[in-house]
DNA sequence: AGGTAGTAGTGTATCATGGACACTAATGTT
DNA sequence: AACATTAGTGTCCATGATACACTACTACCT
């Protein structure tokens, strides 16, 4: 129904898939195969088809190229600079999804070739304009985990405090006072006992809790 | 350099833009000339062009449709609902544009037909998914409100305190305490008075304030 | 079995911040 | 000169944030 002129660019998204890796944040990566970037690492990504959504596109992409049916996608941002895709004119949605361990396990069931985790100390200079991509989304999660029970997503259905409280000090980068995180943790009601024990370390148990129902307003976290 | 059936969709930007008329927050709106909706408002908006990018667009839109060069635009979402356009698949980047009242008198000065500033408040059903856009956009504002100095773009050069404070008090929908408020924002030195006084009323003249150079990281402002 | 190593779990005292609250000051108008 | 109206200011209290150290429990080792 538009003339085929109006029509000049072609549609992406390019997701930051999130998930915590012996402690540390890691961010799914593949290869790139294109000509220009051959053998660079990027963020997964795929060209939107007529028939879906962005997010819809966010998803498959995570279905093809991590394995895995996410359950938080959140978008980021719009990238539509001129240049930012040598092929042609392309703009892309950014996403950013969380993956728990657990989600993660479904991942590295069919692991695939050229795709890796990558610790976010340890990024590689990305082709195409994912650098940028990265360091927003990273902001957005540092940003959201203050004031949100966003960190839910990362981590398993059971957990103890220490776990929950080493994923909140990693992505903050800084640490926190154990005593007043536990009791400010609590007094919200966002945690609550699963009521068995993690028997995990060769010392004493610690007790497992899980997330209570996501509230609707915002919640305190940090 | 990507096959014809790449390019399925057209690219569009809509921008909410915002700004204080009589205390009220407006939000400009155009009147849709296409025939599907005809007559109903919308948000402006235009589609991008080959050698733009999505902000370039919201910055001519603003021109054309607002006759105005704003100074603050942020982008706010994308949305790809596949047949949010009845004309064919068009995936719009929503901005929000704050416009100070110095700004204003700049559109004021070549008012266009079609183009009106609407209260937040009165606002009728609008075409497309304008309205989903509007409260996202609101919704953004009202966040950022409290943790940013943002409203610095919806205030004139030259403010009162109290002018300040009722424009808070829109936003958040709730009375602020004016004791409270000129402490936290003098403490946090966010504002300086300019040693002018405004002799506007009838009345005990109010000293003139202006927004101090802007902080790099965030400010606590309500 | 007893000791050791190592993580889990708990409370208080102080300090800073946020919120409630009411009067005096300055100006133009009558 | 009195009045009407908005501008401008400080204290007290409650709440939340922070600093801080010991006991409890378990597996492992000898």
């Given amino acids: 129904m538009f003339p085929r002129h109006i029509k000049f660019a072609a549609l992406a998204v390019d997701v930051a898939a999130l998930s915590f890796i012996d402690g540390a944040l890691n961010v799914r990566l593949v290869t790139t195969q294109v000509p220009v970037f051959k053998g660079k690492r990027a963020l997964p990504g795929a060209l939107?088809?007529?028939?879906?959504?962005?997010?819809?596109?966010?998803?498959?992409?995570?279905?093809?190229?991590?394995?895995?049916?996410?359950?938080?996608?959140?978008?980021?941002?719009?990238?539509?600079?001129i240049n930012r895709d040598p092929r042609g004119r392309v703009v892309s949605v950014a996403y950013m999804a969380l993956l728990s361990p657990d989600e993660l396990r479904a991942v590295k069931a069919r692991e695939m070739h050229g795709a890796a985790w990558v610790p976010l100390s340890r990024i590689p200079h990305l082709a195409y304009d994912h650098d940028e991509i990265i360091q927003t989304t990273a902001a957005r999660l540092r940003g959201k985990i203050e004031y949100t029970d966003i960190i839910r997503h990362l981590l398993p259905q059971a957990f103890t405090l220490t776990e929950l409280q080493e994923a909140c000090e990693t992505i903050l980068e800084h640490p926190l006072d154990k005593r007043n995180f536990r009791k400010k943790l609590l007094a919200q009601g966002i945690v609550k006992q699963t009521g068995k024990s993690a028997h995990a370390s060769a010392h004493r148990p610690a007790a497992l809790y899980m997330f209570t129902a996501s509230r609707k307003g915002a919640v305190d976290l940090i």
Avoid: D
């Avoid at 997010?55 to 049916?69: Q, T, Y």
């Fill in 48 to 81: 939107i088809r007529p028939h879906e959504t962005a997010h819809e596109a966010a998803v498959r992409v995570l279905e093809e190229k991590a394995g895995v049916s996410v359950k938080y996608l959140e978008q980021v941002c719009t990238f539509s600079t």
